[in-house]
């Protein structure tokens, strides 16, 4: 009765597959696809639009982009970003301190110093830098409401570049004051504790204990207000001051229709100022991330070559299959 029974019942023809034959089949996501397909037919939309326009002129760019009054501008714009820079920041570091000071007057006059000049435009401050000398034609350095031992003309020391630099730093330390005071306030209050405890003077513990820390914070608040210090330094044409864009402007008076080329040619410019600055970011930000991250982040390099590991292991595993 067992064998007629057995003998009845079929064979099963569809057998399971090994478990190495077996694909999982990942979650398909329409609606991705369409957004990135329509996302690339308006970016080739815009280039095909920038590379065809005649009105872009880009031969009159190309001829424009290495004239050497377009890099002496550049060369200015470079000198006039990286002494602001510098000054701000140092001034920046200054008024964080005095804001975060025990006493009242630093903590009042740097409060107003940064309420001041994050009120007014920066056009202002260096117009009225410019003029400067219509209200004291001469400084002087001596005894406090008393004789005068040195006099400079201001006419003489208040030159175009001066006035530059002087009125960007005056205008960049006051928000790289906020952005040093908040990276120190993100460091966490054990470690001021902890310095205090050990008995370490108060400008070691910020120099090596303190300010390290709040490095993390303040690189990509402050490399952002550098960015918009590039740019801010185009408003030094106005004390006339032929930067980047002093020089594209000047030329572009001398040359009216090759207005629109030579804006390109400061945008490449700027565009790729900006660009080197944001590399530089990275890496700084990557360099004060150890001990706070388990894993640094990668760097571009490494992301190709992961990359490119993950597609050669794929295509194995898909011909193994």
């Not at 006059?109 to 401050?125: G, K, N, T």
């Not at 117009?127 to 400084?139: C, D, G, P, Q």
């Not at 550098?226 to 864009?245: A, E, M, P, R, W």
């Amino acid at each position: 009765m067992s064998e007629s029974l057995g003998s009845a019942v079929p064979l099963s023809t569809t057998e399971p597959r090994p478990a190495a034959a077996q694909r999982v089949l990942p979650l398909r996501h329409p609606g991705r696809w369409i957004a990135s397909a329509i996302v690339l037919v308006v970016v080739a939309q815009i280039v095909h639009g920038l590379a065809t326009n005649p009105f872009f002129q880009w031969d009159r760019f190309q001829y424009w982009f290495l004239r050497p009054t377009i890099l002496d501008g550049l060369l200015i714009t470079l000198e006039v970003t990286l002494c602001s820079a510098v000054l701000g920041l140092l001034g920046g570091i200054l008024l964080a301190l005095a804001r975060l000071s025990e006493s009242p007057v630093l903590r009042a006059v740097s409060w107003v110093y940064i309420w001041l000049f994050r009120s007014v435009p920066l056009i202002v401050v260096l117009l009225f830098l410019y003029n400067f000398s219509a209200l004291y034609k001469t400084l002087s350095l001596g005894v406090p409401f008393g004789p005068a031992f040195l006099t400079f003309d201001e006419s003489r020391l208040a030159t175009d570049m001066v006035v530059a630099v002087v009125g960007l730093s005056l205008n960049e330390a006051a928000y790289a004051a906020e952005v040093v005071r908040g990276g120190i306030l993100s460091v966490d209050q054990g470690q001021h504790e902890a310095a205090s405890a050990l008995g370490l003077p108060k400008g070691y513990q910020f120099t090596r204990i303190v300010f390290p820390q709040a490095l993390r914070s303040i690189t990509p608040n402050y490399v952002n207000q550098l960015i918009g210090l590039i740019k801010g330094t185009s408003l030094v044409f106005y004390v006339s001051l032929l930067d980047l864009f002093g020089s594209v402007q000047s030329m572009g008076s001398t040359y009216p229709g090759d207005i629109v080329p030579l804006l390109l040619v400061a945008t490449a410019w700027y565009l790729i100022l900006t660009s080197v600055v944001s590399v530089v970011q990275f890496y700084v930000e990557r360099y004060y991330s150890r001990g706070a991250l388990r894993s640094l982040p990668p760097t571009p390099l490494q992301k190709v070559r992961t990359g490119l590991r993950d597609l050669r292991a794929r295509a194995r595993k898909e011909a193994a299959i």
